[in-house]
């Protein structure tokens, strides 16, 4: 059992389990019907992706010290109690079931599925 950290869209891997989207928006021209088919996700918990606000810092970050600026902002995002509560489930889970987490963006370096990792590592999760 464990968590894996995915890219959207791509090729589901054996063993990823349920496929959550922690991405602000569904992915536009796919039918809802479609999602999961189409390799995007199983269930959309938008709670756990930065606000629009943070995407479009992120989306705009060209340095180190604009990035870091983005993770420190996205890390207080998480720390808020309901945004705990959600990773400490999927911290949780992932000691009982094969689940992955994941965002649309090609590079996970510059990714908020990234730091999510980290934050659900920290939470005690099981990463693949």
């Not at 649309?104 to 999760?125: I, M, P």
Request: proline share 6%; hydrophobic share 40%; with cysteine.
């Amino acid at each position: 059992m464990a968590l894996r950290v995915v890219r959207l869209g791509g090729p589901r891997e054996p063993g990823e389990g349920l496929r959550i989207g922690t991405v602000r928006r569904p992915p536009r021209g796919v039918p809802k019907a479609e999602f999961a088919s189409r390799d995007f996700y199983d269930v959309w918990l938008p709670e756990l992706s930065p606000s629009q606000e943070l995407v479009s810092a992120a989306q705009r970050a060209t340095t180190e010290r604009e990035w870091a600026g983005f993770v420190r902002a996205y890390r207080a995002q998480m720390a808020t109690p309901a945004a705990r509560h959600l990773i400490d489930l999927l911290a949780a889970l992932s000691h009982r079931a094969d689940i992955s987490v994941g965002c649309y963006c090609e590079d996970e370096n510059r990714c908020h599925r990234g730091v999510l990792a980290q934050l659900l590592a920290d939470a005690g999760a099981e990463i693949a």
